[in-house]
């Protein structure tokens, strides 16, 4: 199975933008499809039962944040071949994963239907730049098959797009109708991951037709570090059950992207690997003891 290659990061270097297909194995597929079910019906569900799901019926929005029920979510929120990609990408050794939403859009209800924007304008104070460091990444994973009229995501490769200011952040078809004459849609299968930059113009195509949903799971990253850019700040959900549970089964590299201190970061020390461990009695501390005492216990 495919995950990302150095074909893959060439690509995305050269159009500002990349589709990876197959990213997922059938394992994590089966796995995320369970922990999704605790938040999304299928379309035939909310059809056939729409009172069950009034807000969805009405709006046919769904949206879900990390920490998720479950572990598959949270999992893929911080895969190490994403981390990794991350790394390649932006060309930093420590990263911080900023947003990670799960997004399930119904056909026949809202209009999706967006204009081609940039993503900066909600992700930093300032101007991400495009030379790595400073940069941002930004990814969907698609948890259905996007077809036409599923409302497939439109990019534009940054050739076509060249010369144009990232002010404004959007541009609508009246404002810059030859944007949209470059603007190509992107068809996934399940478990296909596409990875753009700060600097791509992209939309939700919206549906055109009136059966069928389709989900995605919305991530950004960036350096380890650039507190100027962030979507979320995820202290404020430190005591949620489902993120208690998920940072003491998580792996030292799962938790570093979300800012957790790492294993010989001078936060640690006796008292914070004992505060800590009060706090997480069911983590294992043995990395962050064996970096501050040179011992593992």
Same mark, same amino acid.
């Given at each position: ?8 990061? #060439? ?12 990213? #997922?194995?059938?394992? @994590? ?15 035939? @569900? ?80 300032? #101007? ?64 296909? /991951? ?32 650039? @507190? ?14 489902? #993120? ?13 992207? /979300? ?10 020390? @006796? ?27």
């Amino acid at each position: 199975m495919a995950r990302i290659s150095d074909d893959h990061l #060439m690509r995305y270097r050269n159009d500002g933008y990349v589709l990876v297909e197959d990213f #997922m194995t059938e394992e @994590e597929l089966v796995a995320v499809t369970s922990d999704l079910s605790q938040y999304f019906p299928t379309w035939e @569900e909310l059809a056939n039962c729409p009172e069950k799901w009034p807000e969805l019926d009405r709006t046919g929005d769904g949206v879900a944040e990390l920490p998720f029920k479950g572990a598959s979510l949270n999992d893929m929120s911080t895969h190490p071949a994403l981390v990794d990609i991350t790394r390649r990408m932006l060309g930093e050794d420590q990263v911080f994963l900023t947003q990670s939403i799960c997004w399930a859009k119904y056909a026949g209800r809202t209009d999706f239907e967006q204009s081609l924007h940039l993503d900066w304008h909600d992700n930093s104070l300032v #101007m991400p730049r495009s030379d790595g460091a400073f940069g941002q990444l930004h990814m969907i994973l698609y948890y259905s098959d996007i077809t036409e009229g599923l409302a497939p995501t439109t990019v534009v490769p940054r050739s076509a797009a060249a010369g144009r200011g990232a002010v404004p952040w959007a541009r609508t078809k009246r404002i810059d109708p030859e944007l949209y004459d470059h603007e190509l849609p992107i068809y996934a299968k399940t478990g296909s /991951l596409l990875i753009f930059s700060a600097h791509t113009f992209h939309r939700c195509s919206g549906f055109s037709v009136e059966e069928g949903a389709r989900v995605s799971h919305h991530l950004a990253w960036r350096g380890i570090g650039h @507190e100027w850019m962030s979507w979320r700040g995820w202290a404020q959900y430190a005591d949620h059950l489902q #993120m208690l549970r998920w940072i003491q089964r998580a792996t030292v590299e799962q938790r570093s992207v /979300l800012g957790f201190p790492p294993p010989g970061h001078p936060y640690w020390n @006796e008292e914070s690997l004992e505060l800590v461990a009060q706090r997480y009695p069911h983590m294992d501390l043995g990395p962050y003891r064996q970096a501050f005492t040179g011992t593992y216990s």
